[in-house]
């Protein structure tokens, strides 16, 4: 967004910056609520999307729309993540990221944080084409898969997305990732979120 269109002149946004950080760690009291329901939306989809993987599973759905709904569900994780480990370098979202964590007991060693699941989810893409890079020989599976994840442990199968619902690990690219964990932390924090919404949207109840 513009400065012209906020009204503001880079010195005065930049003073304003300043001064919310300094003073209020990074978000402005009144604006709490609107970081509370950010937060309440994305793990609310997420959590919505767990349950719908959990539905897709029991009725034993096709290997595309239960590894499609999984995706859906970290992927929103993902967006939860940014809330608390800004992807950029500006003082004030990283203020608002530590006051978030702080805020809900996010520290570094939250599932939420693991980086190379949410880079791979946000830039598919560009690991598909290092992936193919590597010249794989072997059999290539392209197509989702649900089955025990010791499947791609085998040097000579490549696949590209397994899920395996048991053990709560999705595979992609050959990579494996523990899902159960975040979908425990993201229900934790939707509890909190909302309770803190309940409270008068305020970040510390």
Same mark, same amino acid.
């Given at each position: 967004?513009?400065?012209?269109?906020?009204?503001?002149?880079?010195?005065?946004?930049?003073?304003?910056?300043?001064?919310?950080?300094?003073?209020?760690?990074?978000?402005?009291?009144?604006?709490?609520?609107?970081?509370?329901?950010?937060?309440?939306?994305?793990?609310?989809?997420?959590?919505?999307?767990?349950?719908?993987?959990?539905?897709?599973?029991? @009725? =034993?759905?096709?290997?595309?729309? %239960? #590894?499609?709904? +999984?995706?859906?569900?970290?992927?929103?994780?993902?967006? &939860?993540?940014?809330?608390?480990?800004?992807?950029?370098?500006?003082?004030?979202?990283?203020?608002?990221?530590?006051?978030?964590?702080?805020?809900?007991?996010?520290?570094?060693?939250?599932?939420?944080?693991?980086?190379?699941?949410?880079?791979?989810?946000?830039?598919?893409?560009?690991?598909?084409?290092?992936?193919?890079?590597?010249?794989?020989?072997?059999?290539?599976?392209?197509?989702?898969?649900?089955?025990?994840?010791?499947? @791609? =442990?085998?040097?000579?199968?490549? %696949? #590209?997305?397994? +899920?395996?619902?048991?053990?709560?690990?999705?595979?992609? &690219?050959?990579?494996?990732?523990?899902?159960?964990?975040?979908?425990?932390?993201?229900?934790?924090?939707?509890?909190?979120?909302?309770?803190?919404?309940?409270?008068?949207?305020?970040?510390?109840?």
């Amino acid at each position: 967004m513009d400065d012209d269109q906020l009204g503001l002149t880079k010195e005065e946004k930049s003073d304003r910056s300043a001064m919310i950080i300094e003073d209020y760690q990074g978000i402005y009291p009144l604006y709490e609520a609107f970081y509370i329901h950010s937060i309440i939306y994305a793990t609310g989809r997420c959590d919505d999307a767990f349950a719908r993987f959990d539905e897709a599973v029991a @009725a =034993d759905g096709s290997h595309a729309v %239960i #590894f499609a709904i +999984v995706q859906e569900a970290l992927t929103h994780s993902a967006a &939860l993540s940014r809330f608390f480990w800004p992807p950029t370098k500006n003082k004030l979202n990283l203020a608002r990221g530590k006051n978030l964590r702080e805020a809900f007991a996010v520290d570094d060693s939250s599932p939420l944080g693991e980086r190379k699941l949410r880079n791979v989810l946000e830039h598919y893409d560009e690991y598909l084409d290092d992936f193919l890079l590597q010249d794989p020989v072997g059999h290539f599976v392209p197509s989702p898969i649900v089955a025990h994840h010791e499947l @791609a =442990d085998d040097v000579l199968r490549n %696949i #590209f997305k397994l +899920v395996d619902p048991e053990n709560g690990i999705c595979v992609i &690219l050959g990579e494996k990732y523990k899902f159960d964990l975040i979908r425990d932390e993201v229900r934790r924090i939707l509890e909190l979120a909302i309770a803190m919404d309940s409270s008068g949207s305020k970040l510390r109840t």
